[in-house]
């Protein structure tokens, strides 16, 4: 069966996964002006000048370390709250699936 571009706009769980591909692309932007703040921000001074965290550069800590447990922590909560379930086949108007 064809589908029309009207039956796709139409149908609600394209503005749904739409939405959700929006804010990940946007926590994905998030993260990496985060990796890269940190990295040259504390990174853009000579080597002798850094400090350290546990070992690690402060530069790579807060980029890479802090950086990972953040976004972790927000993709956790944004699948969690704000992203839905959304079926594959779509209903048919008589009760069953096509």
Known sequence: MK?????DRM????KISNRE????IGLAI???IWWYGF???FGGKPVKEYDYILGLPAWFFYSCIVGFIVFSIAVYIMVKFFFSDVPFEKESGKGGKQ
């Open 39 to 41: 990295a040259y921000g």
């Open 11 to 14: 149908d609600p769980r394209y």
């Open 30 to 32: 998030l993260n990496f």
């Open 21 to 24: 591909a929006l804010m990940g």
């Open 3 to 7: 589908r029309s571009k009207e039956t």
